[in-house]
């Protein structure tokens, strides 16, 4: 197997009574994609809020690259290397692509000034063309445009770049192709393959198994706050990724599972 | 603040058309009356307008980051009244005396912050309870009577309510206090690295904290910032006039908020200008000021200024409809 980047070991978490993570536990190696699949309220979305700081999880370990880490934040997350594009947008419309690019990490002169620091708008400026360039987002756009004036596949491709520009290691897309057409749900795919072209890894999170089988290297289903499957793509088939899901006749692929 | 191109989306922001709106309002009035642009008339805004306009200052970044605080009229009020009430108690010197009520205000800005963002309670009903403790507290301990206010002149009285002449123009100093908060607030907002967190906390909140952006520590510091101009403006009042009245204040929250959103900064956050606060503070001052001038009966104000203001807003949805459609 490749090196190992990300390993999730037992993670557990409730919201009051709903216990929505039971015992997760998966590894994510380098230069994979690997898509968490399960239907609405299987635990995907608390899964990776866990893994990218957005609250702690109640109980359970995370290794970056094989070192055991904390992370009690979105930025401990980012300081690791770990990139997430949340499902409900990860953008702020009214701030224009540049400024939503650097949004955290703004390069600033007079660094001293702390929170008061001037920002540094030509660099901030000249950094966003060079990477919407680079990213090789095919229409042209204006880092100076404001994101409300984005189409819904622009914003994605926004946000996936960011991800991309600042060397994650990992980087986590929750249901990036949510309300996207036909060719804007292309060019994320594209997106995908590009970042694990460059070396990333990707944790895939959506609905759509045709997408899955598109691109991804293994999947992971979750049901009920539990990982029920996992298999390598070239092993499996749509259907039975489909049936794990709805989990018709559930007993006899987890045999089937535990076999491989 | 967003960074727009200049040129053509300069002309077609917010700020530029009420700006259009305040030359042609300040037109109408000057050809209304002859008495609308003479020194005493100019004197008499310019002594009024920073009062509320260092009030819309705080308010418009609280705004752009998302929320509001209908108790800054209140505050307004029980600062000075602390302020004077320990001066004239002899438990306090007026600079010790000033301090406790800056601290006063700081501690009424913590507590809105804080029950707002980690309790979760709208800002609309904290600042509404806020209104009623503090102006209750005023009322409380002046038994409803106004004081008599620090009327000899020392350091403080110069500094916050001092006055200069220019030719047949009288300023007060709390004109340079405007002058300056206005620069320091436009700088933070449009250039510095805190402005670009206060916009995209308003505009979207989860997307700013996922970026590792403190949203809570922002906002209770611009509840605290709010709450302090709003004691500020009310001891430079009060120095003003030589009296600080519990009463002082009433509908001053409603005032500002009316000047932030005149000038185009959106109640819903994201988008706050402060060129265009400065523009609707002038605004409503000289629409209060001029109606009085042309005649306007005075039981009949309010239906004038709230017909502008209602006028305004609806231009700001249309421009704003065009803009995205364009
Ligand atoms: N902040 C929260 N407070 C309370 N319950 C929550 C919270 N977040 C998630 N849950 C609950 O935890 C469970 C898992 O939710 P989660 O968002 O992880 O599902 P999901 O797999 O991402 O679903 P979807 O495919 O619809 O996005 C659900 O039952 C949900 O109601
Ligand atoms: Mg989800």
Redesign the interface.
């Known amino acids: 197997m490749v090196q190992e980047v990300l390993r999730l070991q037992n993670l557990q978490k409730s919201f009051g009574s709903v216990r929505a993570l039971k015992n997760a536990s998966f590894t994510l190696g380098e230069g994979e994609v690997v898509a968490l699949l399960g239907d609405n309220g299987a635990g995907k979305s608390t899964l990776i809020k866990a893994i990218?700081g957005?609250f702690p999880v109640d109980r359970g370990d995370i290794y970056v690259r094989g070192q055991k880490v904390s992370i009690r934040?979105?930025?401990d997350a980012?300081d690791l290397g770990i990139e997430?594009i949340?499902q409900?947008?990860?953008?702020?419309?009214?701030?224009?692509i540049?400024?939503?690019l650097f949004?955290?990490?703004?390069p600033?002169n007079l660094k001293w000034?702390g929170?008061?620091?001037?920002?540094d708008?030509a660099k901030l400026r000249d950094a966003a063309s060079a990477l919407l360039k680079r990213v090789g987002i095919s229409k042209k756009l204006?880092a100076?445009a404001?994101v409300?004036?984005l189409s819904g596949g622009e914003r994605q491709s926004i946000a996936i770049s960011r991800a991309m520009q600042f060397a994650a290691k990992v980087i986590i897309l929750d249901e990036p192709t949510n309300n996207l057409g036909v060719e804007e749900t292309h060019g994320v795919l594209r997106f995908v393959k590009e970042v694990r072209a460059a070396g990333h890894s990707v944790l895939l999170i959506t609905h759509n198994i045709h997408h899955v089988f598109q691109v991804a290297d293994r999947i992971i289903v979750m049901r009920r706050g539990e990982i029920v499957a996992e298999q390598t793509v070239a092993d499996t088939d749509l259907l039975t990724v489909e049936s794990i899901i709805t989990g018709a006749d559930m007993s006899a692929l987890l045999k089937e599972t535990r076999a491989k | 603040m967003p960074v727009g191109k200049r040129g053509s989306s300069l002309v077609r922001s917010p700020q530029f058309s009420s700006l259009i709106i305040l030359i042609v309002l300040l037109a109408v009035f000057a050809i209304a009356d002859a008495n609308f642009l003479s020194p005493l008339n100019i004197s008499n805004m310019m002594a009024f307008l920073p009062e509320l306009g260092i009030i819309a200052l705080g308010m418009t970044l609280l705004l752009t980051a998302g929320e509001f605080d209908l108790s800054v009229g209140a505050v307004f009020g029980l600062a000075p009244v602390v302020v004077m009430l320990l001066v004239q108690n002899g438990e306090a010197s007026i600079g010790v005396a000033l301090l406790a009520g800056l601290i006063l205000c700081v501690a009424i800005g913590a507590i809105n912050g804080v029950i707002v963002t980690k309790i979760g309670i709208s800002s609309f009903l904290v600042t509404l309870s806020m209104l009623l403790v503090v102006r209750g507290a005023a009322l409380y301990i002046t038994q409803g009577f106004p004081l008599k206010s620090w009327d000899q002149p020392g350091f403080f009285v110069t500094l916050l309510a001092g006055s200069f002449n220019i030719g047949s123009f009288r300023f007060y100093t709390s004109l340079w206090w405007f002058v300056g908060l206005s620069l320091l607030a436009i700088y933070i907002l449009r250039y510095a690295k805190l402005g670009n967190w206060i916009s995209a906390i308003g505009s979207n909140r989860n997307a700013a904290v996922a970026r590792g952006v403190p949203a809570d520590a922002v906002k209770i510091c611009l509840f605290i910032l709010t709450s302090v101009l709003a004691g500020l403006a009310g001891m430079i009042s009060a120095f003003r006039i030589s009296a600080a009245s519990p009463v002082a204040g009433t509908g001053y929250e409603l005032e500002v908020i009316a000047m932030v959103v005149v000038g185009g900064t959106a109640l819903t956050g994201g988008r706050g200008t402060i060129l265009g606060t400065i523009v609707g503070a002038l605004m409503l001052r000289s629409i209060r000021n001029g109606i009085v001038l042309i005649g306007v009966p005075g039981l009949a104000y309010n239906i004038f200024v709230g017909v502008i203001i209602l006028a305004m807003l609806i231009l700001h949805a249309l421009l704003q409809k065009n803009a995205a459609r364009g």
């Open positions: 990218s957005v934040s979105t930025r980012m997430t949340h409900d947008t990860s953008l702020a419309p009214d701030l224009s540049a400024r939503n949004l955290g990490r703004e600033v000034l929170v008061f620091a001037p920002l708008l204006d100076d404001l409300s004036t």
